[in-house]
């Protein structure tokens, strides 16, 4: 549950939460398209729903039943998730580099064991995390 779906099960609406919460209405709207939110107005939220500012941090930031990242995760598809990590960055600078080195010295094609190891459990951790966000 979300704070949409909180805010729906007090019966609220949006301007009426921001009323109570002494918070704007756009803020509102972004914390419940974001799921995130800073401390003072976790504050005033968790004041109006008449609970603590931990868990309604926890509620903030789950969308449907998934934590923050991997419910990211889930929105997109999984090779746009791979080409924005930034560890995606990171496997394909070294892996170039490997290449133009293989490249330079010649003789047998090492930079490819690297590649395949690297890469399979780059992909692999990366599908498994998109996966379980798009279960849930």
Known sequence: MGLREL??????????????????TRTIQRIEKEHKAGGQSIN?????????????KQIVQTV??????????GQKSFLAYF???????????VNIAFFVINMYLGGHLWFIYP???WGYFH????YDIHKKAKMS
């Not at 005033?44 to 309604?56: P, R, T």
């Not at 449907?64 to 995760?73: H, I």
């Not at 992909?123 to 990366?126: G, I």
């Open 44 to 56: 005033a939220l968790a004041k109006v729903f008449d609970m603590s500012a931990s868990g309604l």
């Open 123 to 126: 992909t692999r951790k990366l």
């Open 115 to 117: 590649l395949f190891i």
């Open 83 to 93: 080409m924005g990590h930034k560890n995606t960055h990171i496997f394909i600078g």
């Open 7 to 24: 805010r729906i099960k007090h019966s609220y609406s949006q301007e009426k939460l921001a009323d109570l919460a002494n918070l704007s």
């Open 64 to 73: 449907d039943g998934v934590d923050g990242e991997e419910s990211r995760v």
